[in-house]
């Protein structure tokens, strides 16, 4: 059943007055990129009262914060989020702002109710379910949803904190445009797809170097004049859950590239480069033996998580997360987005939605089960 936008906008008018009032919640989603957006408009379909926590100052900051030639490798038609298809033409690739302006355009469409500049310090359990804390306001809930996405805090690794003041570093998330760098040479670190479709602008203007620690595969962006996605979603390959053969297959290979590949950066005059071992002042060494003399690197060496924010015992365990297709053993505590959370799309703007309507059954039944000021701290 699908609620009525008019509808949605009064639910969400009585939310915020129980905010105002400080009363507890049913949810409250942490995040509002698209895990926690899908999940709030599934709330919105159960009539459950929850608010969306968001860090940055504005829903989609982490896309439009992104590089200015970023585009998605899923094409439009597999884009969008429930209720609202993505707002471009089929087998067309959204750019960063665009995907950015979607998301902002959802929230408001569905009066969603989003609280920006709420980064949330500290979550943790209660008699009756959760307390978030953010720098202002305290918000109970009997149920959480962490949707923060898999990746928060970008990493960096040892050798460049022993490299010369001299040399320009950047990690992948700070990175724009060409032109926003210094003349000269760039070495970009990472063979995932941000080190490639860096690595394949950069050398439009300048000399090109490329280390590659982990080589992933690489999958064409059309095949037989259908894009990727068609072949992916037609075979059920987007399905295939993260407990079956296959799928444990498929994550033990890691990343795939995708429409970029080693032919095509090396007719453009990149140079591969093995892995990044050392660094010694502007001296970088690489695994073959071989060293590079730098003056600027990218470092497209991926993201960590970052969930010391949650004290909740036992659930955080060396920095992963403890559940079953987003399902914790704390009761009333979820998450939503993770790589491979149940399939490959469940971290993906267009497909994270199925995990979000499984989570929102569980939520509703829990919510069900749970009569208010029930709910109790695990023994021991």
């Known amino acids: 059943m699908t609620t009525n936008l008019g509808d949605a906008m009064t639910e969400q008018g009585q939310v915020r007055q129980d905010l105002a009032d400080g009363r507890q919640l049913d949810v409250v989603i942490v995040g509002a990129g698209q895990a926690g957006l899908a999940m709030a408009w599934q709330l919105a379909q159960q009539k459950l009262r929850f608010v969306v926590l968001e860090a940055a100052s504005e829903v989609g900051h982490v896309w439009r914060s992104r590089w200015d030639s970023l585009k998605l490798f899923t094409p439009a038609q597999y ?36 609280r920006l500049n709420a980064r949330v310090t500290q979550l943790g359990q209660t008699a009756q379910g959760f307390e978030v804390r953010t720098a202002d306001e305290t918000f109970r809930a009997r149920q959480v949803v962490v949707a923060t996405g898999p990746f928060q805090v970008p990493f960096v690794p040892q050798p460049a904190g022993r490299l010369d003041t001299s040399v320009t570093q950047l990690h992948s998330a700070q990175y724009r445009n060409p032109q926003a760098l210094p003349a000269g040479p760039v070495l970009v670190v990472g063979g995932g797809n941000s080190g490639f479709q860096i690595a394949e602008e950069l050398a439009a203007s300048r000399q090109v170097d490329l280390s590659v620690g982990t080589k992933y595969p690489m999958l064409p962006q059309r095949l037989g004049g259908r894009d990727l996605f068609w072949w992916l979603t037609r075979l059920r390959l987007m399905r295939v859950s993260s407990e079956s053969r296959l799928g444990r297959r498929v994550q033990a290979r890691g990343e795939f590239v995708i429409g970029t590949n080693a032919r095509d950066l090396k007719r453009a005059g990149v140079r ?14 690489f695994a073959d033996g071989s060293t590079l003399d730098v003056g600027v690197v990218v470092w497209a060496t991926g993201y960590r998580s970052d969930y010391s924010w949650i004290e909740v015992p036992g659930e955080v365990v060396d920095g992963r997360v403890a559940h079953r297709r987003g399902v914790t053993e704390v009761a009333g505590l979820y998450f939503l987005g993770l790589s491979w959370q149940h399939t490959r799309g469940s971290a993906l703007l267009g497909f994270v939605n199925d995990d979000a309507s499984y989570l929102a059954d569980r939520i509703a039944g829990h919510h069900a089960a749970t009569p208010t000021g029930t709910a109790r701290l695990p023994s021991g």
Do not use: H, W
Not at 272 to 285: E, I, K
């Open 272 to 285: 591969f480069r093995s892995r990044l071992n050392d660094a010694d002042g502007r001296t970088v060494r």
């Open 79 to 114: 884009d969008g989020l429930p209720g609202m298809p993505f707002p471009a033409p089929a087998d067309t690739y959204p750019t960063k702002d665009p995907v950015a302006d979607y998301l902002r355009a959802y929230a408001e469409a569905f009066d969603l109710p989003v």
